[in-house]
Structure formats: C-alpha cells, structure tokens
C-alpha cells in the first residue's frame, strides 16, 4: 500500500519512466533470447495493471465469446485499449470478415502497436490524447466531451476493461452515452470496474487497509491527491447512468476485490455486461 502510494506521488510520464528502469533486466533478457511474442509488449512498456499480459487477455476473450456471444467476423471496439492486451488473442479469433478498433489516451501505447499490429489489416489503433491525472496530464482535452470517432450502431461488442476505475462522473456519463450511440441494437458492453453495494461497502468498513479509504456521495477514491488513480462507484448510481443512456445491465458478475474467493468468480474487478 505504502508501494502504491508513492507511485502516486509521481507524474504519468516518470511512472512510465520507472517500470522502464525497474524490467529493463528483464525485457533485455526475453529480447535476447526470444522469449517474447511479437504481439507482446516488453513489461517496461505496459501500464495496464498487474497480472500476466498473456493469461489475462486470452481469458477475457473466452469471457466476450461465452457471455457476449462474440463471433468471428464481429465488429470489436476496445475503448481504453492500453498495449493491445485484448488485441492480441482476437489475432487468432476475427476472420476476415471482421474487424478490431482500439483508442487510447496514452500515445506510447499506440504507438507500439501501430507498430506491431502492421500485418493484421482488420486491426486500427488510434490515439485519443485525454487528461487523466493517473495517465495524461499533456494535455486539457476532458473525456465528458468526447466523441467516439465511430459511426452510429457500428460495433457488436465494445469493451471497456477497467476504464472507469480511472474517471470521474462526467467522463463515465459521457462514455456510456457514446457506447449506447455506437452498439448496435441487441449487442452488448462487456465492463469491468469497481462497484459498491452493500456487501462491498461493509467489507470496506471492516478492512484494516481498505483499497478505497475516501468517501463521497455516490463514489469512493483510493487516493484523494490522485483522483484517478482508482474510483469506486455505488451501483446504484451505475444502473442510473447505464438506463438513462438506453442501455440496461444483462448480468452483474462481483469479483474478488472485495473479500471473495478468486475460484468463486470470473475477474478481480467486478464484472457488467451491458445491453442496447
């Protein structure tokens, strides 16, 4: 925890720069002797949270084909796409026919998978440079005024994997709406973030070092000087957005975050898979 909090302390960029220094023995090695996939970035490179680059995407691809119903030759938008970690096992998966768009605040990230993802023609990136206190602060461009560079009722499945554990209440309202705008009708949103219900609010309560020690009305924060760092939001509040965007919940899968057993569920985060 203590680990974690002065991490925070830093800016975005030296963040970035310290996992370079800290895996740079690592990533020399794995480069040296191959051992690294072509569509796997070095572990200096990533910033989208712990866990096994490679275990991590290759589950949450069977999670989108079982509870999305996801087919090859559907259309994917990956929203917060980091270093490609959902994009590369839908390599093996989309046909031809369909097809995979990611966007990022984070321009390192793009930038190495424009770089790696060459040969896959069905593959776009881009970079969308937003201001988040956790990832970006070039910029003052806000997420709760933007618009999906996609066209209407375009996508079968988008999915947002831990995007709004780092956004404030505008920019999730905003990115819910453009979700409703860019599905099609009948598809679905597969959503991973931090949710409080009961349960979880009392396993907080009761937490000698609870993941989100900062209350507020309807959300919690991790760190009160880094507000993106990590954000919980009252599920309550959550299902208001999702139905005043014409969406609604399909299924509401908890995680372990909160106390429960890592055999009995499907992800650490809590898991939405939101219908239009």
Partial sequence: MLLR??????SPRMRRVVRRIWFFPTDVYESVLGKRNMLV????????????FTNIGDKLLQHFKKLCDLKPGDRVLDIGCGIGRIARPLTNYLSKDGSYFGFDIVGMGIRWCLRSY?????????HIPLKNDLY????????????????????????VISVFTHMQEADVKRYLSEVSRVLKPGKCCFCTLFLITEETDEYLRN??????????????????RVKD????????????MITSSNLTIDSFFP?????????????FQDILIIRK
Avoid: C
């Fill in 41 to 52: 970035p070095p572990k200096g490179l990533i910033f989208t949270g712990k866990g096994d």
């Fill in 255 to 267: 995680g372990w975050w909160a106390g429960r057993k890592e055999d009995t569920t499907l992800d």
């Fill in 229 to 240: 760092a990590n954000i919980a939001y009252r599920y309550e509040w959550v299902e208001e």
């Fill in 5 to 10: 909090k002065t991490y925070y302390l830093l």
């Fill in 136 to 159: 970006n602060l070039s910029t003052e461009n806000k997420a709760s005024q933007l618009t999906f560079p996609y066209t209407d009722e375009y996508f079968d499945l988008a999915v």
């Fill in 118 to 126: 060459k040969g896959f023609y069905n593959f776009h990136f881009q």
């Fill in 207 to 224: 937490s000698e070092n609870p993941l989100f020690s900062f209350r507020y009305d309807h959300f919690f924060l991790h760190d009160a």
